[in-house]
Nanobody, 121 residues
Framework: QVQLVESGGGWVQAGGSLRLSCAAS????????MGWCRQAPGKKREWVAT???????NYADSVKGRFNISRDNAKNTLYLQMDSLKPGDTAVYYC???????????????WGQGAQVTVSS
């Protein structure tokens, strides 16, 4: 079992910055990657960024150049630094424990509780 606890998020004006954290605990078989996805009201869940245990990252086109995903393996913590935020980034953000196989991210059923990010214009 893996437990993921998110922190951070909140409200910010457009152009501002926020940072999300996701602390992992417990044990899981396999799994070598983590990621963030988001879901806005009335929209499908969208993958934002993923990172392998070795630090290889992937980003959705909508956040490239503005968001940065990182992880501290010693602290078992995942981060998402969000800069130049836009109203379209408003959503609930979820972290996930996953697997990277051949460069493709495969999510598992381990999710954080979600963190609300609201960006006002």
């Amino acid at each position: 079992q893996v437990q993921l606890v998110e922190s951070g998020g909140g409200w910010v004006q457009a152009g501002g910055s926020l940072r999300l954290s996701c602390a992992a605990s417990g044990r899981a078989c396999g799994g070598n990657a983590m990621g963030w996805c988001r879901q806005a009201p009335g929209k499908k869940r969208e993958w934002v960024a993923t990172i392998t245990s070795g630090g290889t990252t992937n980003y959705a086109d909508s956040v490239k150049g503005r968001f940065n995903i990182s992880r501290d393996n010693a602290k078992n913590t995942l981060y998402l630094q969000m800069d130049s935020l836009k109203p379209g980034d408003t959503a609930v953000y979820y972290c996930n424990w996953g697997r990277d196989i051949g460069g493709t991210y495969y999510p598992t059923d381990y999710w954080g509780q979600g963190a609300q990010v609201t960006v006002s214009s």
